[in-house]
Structure formats: C-alpha cells, structure tokens
C-alpha cells in the first residue's frame, strides 16, 4: 500500500489482494482499485478485479465496486469482476439487485456484443443454491426478448436446481461433519 511495487512478488499478487480485500476495509479495497489503474502488468487489472470481488462491506463499498464496473472497466473486463462477485456469498445477491434495478443500462451497455452479455449473466447468476433466487431470476427475464443468452438461462436454471437440491439432501450431514472436525 506504500507503493513499493516490489514488496509483493508478481506470482502473489492475486493471492495477497484476495487476503487484504477479504479481511480489510475502505483503505485496502481502495489501494487495490488504484493498482487496477496503474498496474503496467499484463494481467494486472484482471487480477485487481478478482480481488476486489472478495470485499465484505455490502453496503458501501459494494455499490461503489458495481458503480466503478459499469463506469470505467473496459467491456470485455466486467465478467471477471461479476464472477467474482457471484462468488462471494456476502455480494452474490446484492450483484443480483444490481443487475435487475439496473437492467436497462446493463442491457444496452453489454447487449452490443450478446457474448459479453451472456458471459455476464452465466458469471453473474450460476452461484445461487436456492430454489428461491431460481424462480426470482426466471420471473424477472419471463417477459424480456432473451435471444442471445435465453440457452445461458436455461443452464442457469438446471445449475441452480442442482445445487439447492444437493443443498437440500446433504445441508445436515457436511454440517454436522464439519462440527465433528471444528470446522464449523
């Protein structure tokens, strides 16, 4: 943070951003959002924007990530934070609000190239495991034109029920085995 680029080797830096973002605050998220704009690393902004999807801080410093994403990355850049996001179960459905509030802007600034888009809503809604976020997903897109990304959906869906179905047989049972090893 001090601005000697040399502290971190190069091999550690998404691992160490990916630590200060989850466990620190205001001050980390935003020393690794001006790497993101400085960095002279070939893949230097796509590990900046990695990291700062591990942030914790929903309420403030989410919606600045969101806002900072849809402002200032690059088009083809925006999947790889909203994966990030999707990931992380303090963010995935404030991503989620962001995306359907906002539905309109994202649509048109990602609907140019039904790819990016696309990607973007695989990367952005496969992570959910409940049945719940399945249908709320499926409501909000029932009376949209989907061409372009309505396969994208259906897998979105399948990947959903999957998951909250194996959530539903196995919940109890990794539970009580992770309490068994102090895991939990």
């Known amino acids: 943070m001090g601005g000697e680029k040399s502290a971190i080797h190069p091999s550690l830096r998404l ?6 973002i989850r ?27 990695a990291s700062l999807g591990r942030i914790q801080d929903s309420k403030t410093l989410l919606p600045d990530f969101l806002s900072f994403i849809f402002s200032t990355v690059a088009l083809q850049d925006i999947h ?35 790819v990016v888009l696309d990607r973007f809503l695989r990367l952005s809604l496969n992570k959910f495991t409940d049945l719940e976020a399945e249908q709320d997903i499926a409501a909000f897109f029932k009376d949209k034109d989907n061409r372009g990304y309505d396969r994208t959906l259906g897998i979105v869906s399948d990947t959903i029920q999957g998951r909250a179905s194996y959530r539903k047989r196995d919940e109890e049972i990794l539970l ?3 309490k068994a090893h102090s895991y939990a």
């Not at 691992?15 to 200060?20: D, E, G, H, M, R």
């Not at 980390?28 to 002279?40: G, R």
């Open 80 to 114: 790889t934070a909203a994966s990030a996001l999707a990931t992380n179960s303090k963010t995935r459905a404030g991503l989620w609000e962001f995306t359907k509030t906002n539905w309109q802007m994202v649509r048109e600034k990602l609907g140019g190239n039904m």
């Open 176 to 178: 009580e085995w992770l």
């Open 15 to 20: 691992a160490v951003f990916k630590i200060a």
């Open 23 to 49: 466990y620190g605050g205001a001050s980390e998220y935003e020393a690794v959002k001006k790497e993101w704009s400085t960095t002279s690393s070939i893949d230097g902004k796509e590990i900046a924007l």
